[in-house]
């Protein structure tokens, strides 16, 4: 189409001019309202996606935050049990069997055996206590009880510092028997521990060998 003969249209037309007009503003606005429409909805949904990813990058960052947290915790308590562990081996008494002799009375039905021990531990000892009593057991098996005699008259033992535990028995019991006395005591910052000692009576003298390795038992609290 020719500029002469769009003009001659138009000058046909002319009498429509309002009405292309009203539909051109029609639809400027209708397209203005559309776009407006769409950029709302593209801006929520940008929006809304954001809001998604800050929310999953902060609950990564809260996660990672919470494992470091916890993972300190865990350090600081190995780091404090290891700290524990090496102040209760440097103060840990050590007791060690070292001989036993037995001494009857005619006036008694009784015969006393004093057994002496060692701490060849790291720490001093105190509140030695031995049980009351301990099971022992004769060549043929069967059994009987021996007593604690009096209480250990110095309940504390230095490191390289000996005592003397005191129990009793019928005198007239065999002189070849196994017994497993336990004593009881304390470390310097008062831990409880106990052991538990085995030991055979050789002869009517009460001379005594260990025959177990004795080793001292942190007790719970």
Known sequence: MTIKEFLQLVIEYKDYAPLYSALVATGALFFSVLSFIISNIVSK???KRDKIISDVRYEEQRKQYEERLDE???RREEDKRVAEEKLRVSEQP???????????NSNSESTIL???????????????????ECIAK???LS???IRRYEAVQDPIAMV????????????????????????????ASGRKYKQTFCIDIGDRLG????????QPELCEE
Do not use: Q, W
């Open 143 to 145: 059994e009987f009880t």
């Open 114 to 132: 004093c057994m002496e021990f060692l701490n060849k531990g790291r720490g001093a000892a105190y509140c030695i206590i031995p049980d009351l």
């Open 45 to 47: 949904n940008r929006a």
């Open 160 to 187: 390289s510092e000996a005592f003397v535990m005191v129990m009793s028995y019928d005198k007239d019991e065999k002189d070849f028997f196994r017994m497993t006395p336990t004593i009881k005591f304390e470390d």
């Open 207 to 214: 001379n005594g060998v260990i025959i177990n390795y004795a």
């Open 72 to 74: 300190e915790r865990r």
């Open 94 to 104: 050590y007791f060690v069997f070292k001989n036993s002799k037995a001494v009857s």
């Open 138 to 140: 004769r060549m043929d």
